[in-house]
């Protein structure tokens, strides 16, 4: 029975009071649910952005494999590419003068051989007369040797009586493997051959692309698109006159050096300065090793000639006119070529030497430099060009 005092109050519905959104109807699943067009843009641009990094690692692996795997062949076409924009000049001045191109290409190419020849024969006969005086040399680096090893074995003892080397096995046998010259040279004969093969190559190489050049240079042209040619074919140049410069500019601070070593070398007292003088130079112009490469001629021969005094100095004179050559003249004759800061061309000299060795060492920073002017002339990739510049 109810009450009719309750009755009478008019008290609210709990229902309306304390009732929660209706979460089930689909207009409230349409205002907290995202839009479903956004969501889907979304996963597909982060989809892409996935797919196109995936395809930048696996191109980038694929150009390193390739470089590596055919390391020669292309350090063949580099070298080729590197000479003929040195002997350009002389095939054009010989054009000038009406001779074919063909012809001029021949003759500048004869003219490299020739000069490569003459200091091959030059340098074998100071080599042989330097040979011939190797048992004199013999008897000071037996006496430089022995002095070494008595040192080091005073240095072992000290180091047995503080730290005691542990007992060794009596029926242990050990084995010394010795490799030889003939081993080595059997070992390495089927590399030597492909090294000498692809060597050959290089003259032929140059003479076409001395011959061919404006054909060449027009056809890489017409490779790009109408809007793209221009840029492409002045990029093509800046190159051609960067590698050119770079050369010519090499060779002229390694006249340099080799003409103050020389004076310097003939100054105190050594033999053969004259040769030490141009090895030491231009040894001292190999980027990051060329300063210990231009000592060891000059400390070698002058072993018993030189004092401590002259010994010393002959180290500080080579390693101050490699300093005065790499801060002072290289900036002066290639820094507006190359226009390439210190980090970069370091980083350049690790990636390739350590893809292609020596070679990688003497080619990293024409390279580094021909990929500065290609990224200075595309819009997309000027941010890294201003990052390798000065």
Known sequence: MADPLIDDV???DPSDVY??????????????APEPGLSRD????RVQRMQAAALVILATATVL??????KLILIVILTSILMSFVLAPLADALTDFRVPRSLSALIAVFLLLASIATLSYLSYARAVEFMSQVPEYKVRLKHIVDEIRRQAEKFEETTENVLPSEPQ???????RQTNGLRNYLSENASSMSQTFLAITFVPFLIYFMLSWRDHVRAASVMLFRMENRNTAYVTLGLIAAMIRSFIVGNFMIGLFLSAASMAAFGLMGLPYFYFLGVMSGFLSLIPYLGVVLAILPPVIVGLGYLTTGTFVLTIGIVIGLHLFAMNVLYPMVLGKRLQLNPLAVTLSLLFWGWLWGAMGLLLAVPLTGALKIICDNINRLRPYGAWMGE
């Open 19 to 32: 009732a929660a959104p209706d979460l089930t109807g689909p207009q409230s699943l349409h205002r907290l």
């Open 10 to 12: 008019n008290l609210p």
């Open 42 to 45: 979304a996963d597909r641009d």
């Open 65 to 70: 494999t390739l470089m590596s795997v055919a």
């Open 169 to 175: 096995d009596k029926n242990s046998v050990t084995v």
